[in-house]
């Protein structure tokens, strides 16, 4: 696995500097800049290997655009709304086998242990 720090995409300034401080070697506020632009931008050739996607119907696609074959776009926003349908042949099959989900925090901590060992992990890593 790459060890660089991850490019990151944002549509607010607020967020576009959290990102910064946080560890993210490319933010860039979105719009005007597209996804795909960014990419290139930052020297990602081949595509990223994991987009994760929370604007939605805006910038899905794009988000797609961006991702290297059989790279994986973990689509969990919508501010922009719903995306589009994805149609498997035309939006993954053609840019090269990739895969889209859309985690949900529900189901990572549907039972008791799972939300205790996610609470916990999260307050160790605010602790340090």
């Known amino acids: 696995m790459n060890s660089e720090r991850p490019a990151s995409c944002t549509g ?5 500097l959290t990102r ?11 719009p005007p800049c597209p996804v ?20 939605g119907k805006d910038t899905l696609q794009d988000s797609l655009d961006s991702l290297r074959t059989m790279g994986v776009c973990a ?3 919508h501010v922009s709304g719903p995306p589009d349908p994805v149609d498997i042949i035309q939006d993954l099959g053609r840019r090269g086998s990739q895969f889209t989900t859309r985690p949900a925090i529900m189901y990572y901590v549907e039972k008791r242990s799972d939300l205790e060992r996610t ?4 307050f160790k890593a ?3």
């Open 126 to 128: 605010i602790g340090d």
């Open 12 to 16: 607010r300034s607020g967020t576009f």
């Open 20 to 30: 910064h401080r946080g560890g993210v070697s490319h933010p860039w506020p979105v």
């Open 119 to 122: 609470a916990w992990d999260l």
């Open 75 to 77: 689509a969990y926003g």
């Open 36 to 55: 795909v632009i960014g990419v290139e931008g930052v020297g990602i050739v081949v595509g990223a290997a994991v987009v994760y996607e929370a604007i």
